[in-house]
């Protein structure tokens, strides 16, 4: 089948496509700096108060769910005020509760199978929260459009997302490196995990919308009119 995003950057090169998406992320990192502040200083001043306290599992448990909450509302407010055209349907909480289940799991199938799978299957699915809360789509169909479109991109949508990925790696392994098995955990330690953790989540949500933008909603996106021109 043809991929859904043919041609959308024909005749520019790898770097310069990663460029686009770049500057359509910071668009919507300035667009909406204060609710990305908002996430990041909730998230690791609770993930360092957890970690430091040593409170335990159920502890844990609740940050996870904080964790969840806070990143479905950071993706909403970036939709609402970042995205051009912005929402148009009313799906909302349970769809990305079913989007972030399924698309988890093709991610970590990915990386548990090797490291670049993992990254495939990331930029293949990167746009598909768009799809689902911004073009009112089911999950299944979301996450169709969003491999399809993606096709001719994945380099260039990988590229964009490896200091995402790398915070990722790089809080996960600090954790497993200097993080004790239980207990409280010093708060240098904590700082740096929860800085790279959060960092790279909300810098993942950022790109993800900015490869959106430039897919499904390139006609309203300055950034995207040159490199990204709509079908």
Request: proline fraction near 4%; avoid cysteine; charged fraction near 10%.
């Amino acid at each position: 089948m043809q991929s859904g995003g043919a041609d959308l950057i024909h005749g520019t090169s790898l770097v310069e496509k990663a460029t686009a998406i770049w500057r359509e992320a910071l668009r919507l990192l300035v667009v909406a700096w204060g609710s990305v502040a908002a996430f990041l200083g909730l998230m690791i001043s609770t993930g360092v108060l957890v970690d430091t306290q040593g409170w335990g599992e159920p502890a844990d448990i609740a940050l996870m769910v904080v964790d969840f909450l806070a990143t479905f509302a950071l993706t909403m407010v970036l939709l609402r005020t970042g995205v051009p055209g912005g929402r148009r349907g009313s799906r909302g909480f349970w769809t990305y509760f079913g989007l972030s289940f399924l698309s988890g799991i093709a991610i970590l199938l990915g990386l548990v199978l090797l490291i670049i799978p993992g990254l495939v299957v990331w930029a293949r699915l990167a746009p598909s929260a768009g799809y689902a809360l911004a073009d009112d789509m089911e999950v299944s169909d979301a996450m169709s459009k969003s491999w399809d479109a993606t096709g001719d991109h994945i380099l260039p949508i990988m590229l964009a997302h490896l200091p995402a990925f790398a915070a990722g790696i790089g809080g996960g392994a600090v954790f497993f490196a200097l993080f004790d098995d239980a207990g409280p955990q010093p708060w240098s330690v904590s700082l740096a995990v929860n800085v790279l953790t959060y960092g790279s989540t909300a810098l993942g949500i950022v790109l993800g919308l900015a490869v959106f933008t430039l897919l499904a909603r390139s006609e309203s996106s300055q950034a995207g009119a040159d490199a990204f021109p709509a079908q």
